[in-house]
Structures are given as structure tokens and as C-alpha cells.
């Protein structure tokens, strides 16, 4: 097995692991929820087959929906994560200068890339999963208050993980 493949096996057990016996019960007030489980798929490898990051970000939100009792609201925010992931990467990131280090990670990209990189797609995730969980137009304010404290919170506690774990490498 390669050292990538173990490392994201690794990386997918820990995450549910947090979000599902740590953070599951974290509600600030139900405003903030945090979705930690999210930076998984943000963390694959630039070279991850497009197919193959679909199945995971899919069974990743299935496994996350199995603990959670909500059939198929992550799966399906996880799918959509995941699509606008592949968006974000071809229109922000030259494939040619990354061969070395083929991993969005905070210490490779750098701070500001990993910031709006984070930011984004963890909006774009809350969005849907809260638009799927209210399905309703009557609690819009309270649902994009939802999206908005629950992603600034999830993209918090990415970055402190990020600066606790990930070292600065230089890129060529």
C-alpha cells in the first residue's frame, strides 16, 4: 500500500472519530454546529480521480449520516463538497507546480490560499447541509446565521489543527 493511501485512511477514521464522539454534541446555542469531518475530503491529494473523490466524499457523508440519524444530508453535502472542490482546485492551483507536494494542506498552499480555500467550501457544505436539513424558505435567516457561524467555527478549529500538526514545507 502506498504511504498516501495509508495516510488518508488514517486521516478519514481519526476525523469521523472527533465528529462523531467529540463534536457531535457541540451546539453553541444552535447556532454554531462544527462539522470537522469536511476536511477530509478537502485534504486529498490534487490528484485524487475525480470518481474516486466523489465515492469518498459520498461515503464519507454515509458514515457521518449513520451516526448522526439524517439519511443521506451529509452524503449528499458531501457529494456537492466535493464537486465544488474540483472547481475551486482546477481554477485556483497551477497542477504544474506541485508535483512534489500534491496535498492542499495549510503548511504547502500557504495561509491565505488554505484560509479561502477552507472558508469557501466549508460554506458551500453548510449551505446545502442546513438548506437540506430546514427544507423550508420560512427559517432563511436562521439558517444562513446557521451556515455562516458553523462554518466560521469548522474553519476555525481547520486551522488550528492545521498549525498544530502540519509543518511549513517549502514549495519549489
Known amino acids: 500500500m502506498s504511504r498516501n493511501i495509508i495516510i488518508n485512511i488514517i486521516r478519514f477514521l481519526v476525523l469521523v472519530f472527533i465528529q462523531v464522539f467529540l463534536l457531535k454534541n457541540i451546539n453553541l446555542y444552535n447556532?454554531?454546529?462544527?462539522?470537522?469531518?469536511?476536511?477530509?475530503?478537502?485534504?486529498?491529494?490534487?490528484?485524487?480521480?475525480?470518481?474516486?473523490?466523489?465515492?469518498?466524499?459520498?461515503?464519507?457523508?454515509?458514515?457521518?449520516?449513520?451516526?448522526y440519524d439524517t439519511p443521506g444530508l451529509h452524503?449528499?453535502?458531501?457529494?456537492?463538497?466535493?464537486?465544488?472542490r474540483i472547481i475551486f482546485i482546477s481554477v485556483t492551483?497551477?497542477?504544474?507546480?506541485?508535483?512534489?507536494?500534491?496535498?492542499?494542506?495549510?503548511?504547502?498552499?500557504g495561509l491565505r490560499w488554505f484560509i479561502t480555500y477552507a472558508s469557501v467550501l466549508t460554506l458551500v457544505h453548510h449551505f446545502f447541509?442546513?438548506?437540506?436539513?430546514?427544507?423550508?424558505?420560512?427559517?432563511?435567516?436562521?439558517?444562513?446565521?446557521?451556515?455562516?457561524?458553523?462554518?466560521?467555527?469548522t474553519v476555525f478549529l481547520m486551522l488550528i489543527s492545521g498549525l498544530l500538526f502540519f509543518k511549513r514545507k517549502e514549495r519549489k
Open 75 to 84: 452524503a449528499a453535502a458531501c457529494v456537492i463538497l466535493a464537486f465544488v
Open 31 to 67: 447556532f454554531s454546529t462544527p462539522y470537522f469531518y469536511v476536511l477530509f475530503i478537502l485534504l486529498l491529494p490534487f490528484e485524487t480521480p475525480n470518481i474516486l473523490l466523489f465515492a469518498l466524499a459520498f461515503i464519507l457523508g454515509l458514515t457521518i449520516d449513520a451516526f
Open 129 to 153: 447541509l442546513f438548506n437540506l436539513e430546514a427544507f423550508s424558505l420560512s427559517q432563511l435567516e436562521f439558517t444562513i446565521s446557521r451556515v455562516l457561524l458553523s462554518s466560521l467555527f
Open 93 to 109: 492551483v497551477q497542477k504544474d507546480g506541485f508535483d512534489n507536494e500534491p496535498e492542499p494542506t495549510l503548511g504547502i498552499m
